[in-house]
């Protein structure tokens, strides 16, 4: 099926889901989609931008700057999803204009620094490790508090929200959990006085889930473009 078929499948799943979520879950009334483009080719990306898509994530930084230097001409939104490397953060942060992964304080100040003089601040979501996973990346959620802070405070970032991976062996009722779990860290650093306004959670797999618990982004690759090969990118 084609790209453009693929994504218009997928935007009716979401206003279905909008449709059936549960008022006490709703923190923003529509869901942008990201266009997970790792390991697929900059023709996969301008054929879903003809088709409307504008926001794209990628994991790996060097197929991600090749990306962007072929598909200048486009206005895509780039998103860095992922584990962030500490001699990255100056790339990332002078060739994103989100980042999903931050999850320790080194980072987030690496990042703040690389971004100084640009025009607009680097739009940051946390990484929780919800599911609490040994080999997942992420912050604790007792944690988290101070980690926000510490980031608020900084000027070239902007704090948007949490982004979160859970176990992709659970089921339908342990996700709706471990998102809902999100969702309730959320409301709490909104309640503390931070304007956040992102809820980063939800892949091919699981993201209907996500927006029934109240995600405002959901993070798609192989529902899009197919299954991707292994690589070994960086």
Same mark, same amino acid.
């Given at each position: 099926?084609?790209? =453009?078929?693929?994504?218009a499948?997928? !935007?009716?799943?979401i206003?279905?889901?909008?449709?059936?979520?549960?008022?006490?879950?709703?923190?923003?009334?529509?869901?942008?989609?990201?266009?997970?483009?790792?390991?697929?080719?900059a023709?996969?990306i301008?054929?879903?931008f003809?088709?409307?898509?504008? !926001?794209f994530g990628?994991?790996?930084l060097?197929? =991600?700057?090749?990306?962007?230097?072929?598909?200048?001409?486009?206005?895509?939104?780039? !998103?860095?999803i992922?584990?962030?490397? /500490?001699?990255?953060?100056?790339?990332?942060?002078?060739h994103?204009?989100?980042? !999903?992964?931050? +999850?320790?304080?080194?980072?987030?100040?690496?990042?703040?620094d690389?971004?100084?003089?640009?025009?607009?601040?680097?739009?940051?979501?946390?990484?929780?490790?919800? /599911?609490?996973? +040994?080999?997942?990346?992420?912050?604790?959620?007792?944690?988290?508090a101070?980690?926000?802070?510490?980031?608020?405070?900084?000027?070239?970032?902007?704090?948007?929200?949490?982004?979160?991976?859970?176990?992709?062996?659970?089921?339908?009722?342990?996700?709706?959990?471990?998102? /809902?779990?999100?969702?309730?860290?959320f409301?709490?650093?909104?309640?503390?006085?931070?304007?956040?306004?992102?809820?980063?959670?939800?892949m091919?797999? +699981?993201?209907t889930?996500?927006?029934?618990?109240? =995600?405002?982004?959901?993070?798609?690759?192989?529902?899009?473009?197919?299954?991707?090969?292994?690589?070994?990118?960086?």
């Amino acid at each position: 099926m084609a790209i =453009a078929e693929q994504l218009a499948q997928i !935007h009716e799943r979401i206003q279905q889901a909008l449709t059936k979520r549960p008022s006490g879950c709703v923190i923003a009334p529509d869901v942008t989609l990201i266009a997970v483009s790792k390991a697929k080719p900059a023709a996969d990306i301008r054929a879903a931008f003809q088709a409307g898509q504008r !926001h794209f994530g990628e994991n790996y930084l060097q197929e =991600a700057l090749g990306k962007q230097t072929e598909l200048s001409d486009l206005a895509i939104q780039w !998103h860095f999803i992922g584990p962030i490397q /500490s001699n990255k953060t100056q790339p990332i942060a002078q060739h994103f204009a989100w980042v !999903h992964g931050v +999850d320790r304080l080194k980072i987030a100040q690496r990042l703040n620094d690389a971004r100084e003089g640009m025009d607009a601040p680097l739009n940051i979501c946390l990484q929780v490790n919800i /599911s609490g996973e +040994d080999s997942k990346s992420g912050i604790e959620p007792d944690q988290l508090a101070s980690l926000a802070q510490a980031v608020q405070s900084m000027p070239n970032l902007r704090l948007r929200g949490l982004m979160a991976i859970p176990d992709p062996s659970l089921s339908t009722e342990a996700l709706r959990l471990q998102f /809902s779990q999100m969702r309730t860290l959320f409301n709490q650093l909104k309640q503390q006085g931070y304007a956040l306004d992102t809820l980063s959670m939800g892949m091919s797999n +699981d993201y209907t889930e996500a927006i029934l618990e109240g =995600a405002t982004m959901v993070r798609i690759g192989s529902a899009i473009f197919g299954e991707r090969n292994k690589t070994t990118q960086t």
